[in-house]
Antibody
Framework: EVQLVESGGGLVQPGGSLRLSCAASGFTFSDHYMDWVRQAPGKGLEWVGRTRNRLHSYTTEYAASVKGRFTVSRDDSTNSFYLQMNSLQTEDTAVYFC?????????????????WGRGTLVTVSS | DIQMTQFPSTLSASVGDRVTITCRASQSISGELAWYQQKPGEAPKVLIYDASTLKSGVPLRFSGSRSGTEFTLTISSLQPGDSATYYCQQYNSYSLTFGGGTKVEIK
């Protein structure tokens, strides 16, 4: 059974940092892209960032709203996925979901998020 | 970034009604679009991907279609458990984007 479990959320002051983790199990983690998606209270879904798999040199992509402040990374040896968030702003307050992206064994791998974690709440407030 | 315009933002329908939600992409995304269902307090679940492929286990009353850059999610006969918010998402570009969501309520 595929499982994604986020942790690391909490209350942080504006300008602060936080690191989220996602523990994956039940599938071959190293084969998949991995993504972070967030949802501000009462709002819609916003894609945050992605790390591709080893085949694609673990390259990353970011939403414009977080580029330069957030960093995604992964550790295939422990099936873990991370989101380092720096210079946090009040508008970063949201539930952060870890999501499994495409299985990728070729040059281009478009695909939906087929499994999601339950999310972890990040609150940025003074 | 590719913008996804989703409408309506809310709709109210009766059990058994046919319901249609539309998503329009600001540029071509081929058929690289998914539809998700999200219930309060839960993570989203993918219903349809590649515009019209039903994910295994999703009821057959859900279907997706495409006409150019316009995509449609149809629920052929609305059921009480379909009360949720639905999102489209394109995965054609490096920067992934979601539509604004459609909240479906049961009358």
């Amino acid at each position: 059974e595929v499982q994604l479990v986020e942790s690391g959320g909490g209350l942080v002051q504006p300008g602060g940092s936080l690191r989220l983790s996602c523990a994956a199990s039940g599938f071959t983690f190293s084969d998949h892209y991995m993504d972070w998606v967030r949802q501000a209270p009462g709002k819609g879904l916003e894609w945050v960032g992605r790390t591709r798999n080893r085949l694609h040199s673990y390259t990353t992509e970011y939403a414009a709203s977080v580029k330069g402040r957030f960093t995604v990374s992964r550790d295939d040896s422990t099936n873990s996925f991370y989101l380092q968030m720096n210079s946090l702003q009040t508008e970063d307050t949201a539930v952060y979901f870890c999501a499994r992206g495409a299985f990728c064994s070729s040059s281009r791998c478009p695909g939906p998020f087929d499994y999601w974690g339950r999310g972890t709440l990040v609150t940025v407030s003074s | 970034d590719i913008q996804m315009t989703q409408f309506p933002s809310t709709l109210s329908a009766s059990v058994g009604d046919r319901v249609t939600i539309t998503c329009r992409a600001s540029q071509s995304i081929s058929g690289e679009l998914a539809w998700y269902q999200q219930k309060p307090g839960e993570a989203p679940k993918v219903l349809i991907y590649d515009a019209s492929t039903l994910k295994s286990g999703v009821p057959l009353r859900f279907s997706g279609s495409r006409s150019g850059t316009e995509f449609t999610l149809t629920i052929s006969s609305l059921q009480p458990g379909d009360s949720a918010t639905y999102y489209c998402q394109q995965y054609n570009s490096y920067s992934l984007t979601f539509g604004g969501g459609t909240k479906v309520e049961i009358k």
